[in-house]
């Protein structure tokens, strides 16, 4: 049976790298997929890993109807054995619908990868929706790890390498960015709630306030 299945977990821990790979899977075996994207770091209308690979992709626009969409390609001729949603944190609720009728109308399985939660730990609606209609739902095994070493669950944003917790939901950005810009850092919840980035722990333990340790 076709399912509608979301794959979820934190940045950094290979969403868009699997899939590219289901999309490398099936069409190695002579299926065509159907792929849509929002806000992707490599610009609009791909698809891309910090692997380095890319592939194009259908950018999703607001208000568009993804249903409508596959079924106007269909009747054009074209092909869809399946579909992958990437970035699916970014589509709107009613765009998660559509795509739950494109598994039950058109009997097409439906891949979407995407992250829970924003930087303030609240759900995007878009994936909350995933949460209530996905057939399955699939958390990444791949494990991005906190700066501390423990198990990554929280994705932070970022200025300066300092965290902040106000503003829009949506600003595109990614790990790894340079001083002054707007950037992004998975974070354990106990350095999540302390608001503690790898660079302000960094910074503390640098700080001459802190009392030096005596050696043993």
């Known amino acids: 049976m076709p399912e509608l299945v979301f794959f979820s977990g934190t940045m950094d821990c290979g969403k868009s790298t699997l899939a590219l ?10 299926l065509a997929g159907m792929i849509f994207t929002r806000d992707d ?7 891309s890993s910090r692997l380095g690979l890319v592939t194009d992709a259908v950018e999703v626009e607001d208000g568009q109807d ?4 596959l079924v106007d390609h269909l009747s054009q001729g074209g092909r869809a054995d399946y579909v992958i949603a990437d970035e699916a944190q970014f589509l709107a609720p009613e765009q998660i619908d559509q795509l739950a009728r494109v598994v039950d109308d058109l009997g097409l399985d439906v891949f979407a990868f995407g992250i829970t939660t924003d930087f303030r730990s609240k759900l995007f609606p878009g994936s909350q929706r995933l949460v209530e209609l996905a057939d399955r739902i699939e958390v990444l095994q791949v494990e991005a790890l906190c700066w501390c070493g ?13 965290m902040v917790v106000e503003g829009a939901q949506v600003v595109v950005g990614d790990v790894n960015q340079s001083a002054g810009e707007v950037g992004y850092e998975v974070l354990c919840r106990r350095h999540h709630r302390r608001r503690m980035t790898a660079a302000s722990a960094r910074a503390a333990a ?10 043993p």
Request: glycine share 12%.
């Open 21 to 30: 790979q289901i999309e490398h899977n099936r069409s190695a075996r002579g």
């Open 206 to 215: 640098l700080s001459p306030d802190v009392l030096p340790v005596p050696a």
């Open 150 to 162: 423990a198990r990554a669950t929280h994705n932070a944003r970022t200025v300066g390498g300092e």
């Open 66 to 69: 993804l249903y409508a969409y």
């Open 41 to 47: 770091r490599a610009g609009e209308g791909k698809l």
